[in-house]
């Protein structure tokens, strides 16, 4: 028998990812928050893109075009 168990996922900031969050204009740092929350809700749906040398571990995610 399969099980499916629904995860809660949540995002936290650093506070230099803080300050650079507030440093942003009020839209651009809207579509950034909006795309977290989106990214947090349909987590299943994201296709990760890894990232390489001192980053291998780590993954890009884009907001816009």
Known sequence: MAC??????KFAFTSA??????ALDVPIR???VEKLEWF????SLVILESL????RG?????VGD
Do not use: I
């Open 4 to 9: 499916m168990v629904a995860l809660d996922w």
């Open 17 to 22: 990812g803080e300050r650079d969050l507030r």
């Open 30 to 32: 809207k579509r950034v």
């Open 40 to 43: 947090r809700d349909n987590f």
């Open 52 to 55: 390489g040398s001192e980053w």
């Open 58 to 62: 780590y993954f890009k995610l884009r």
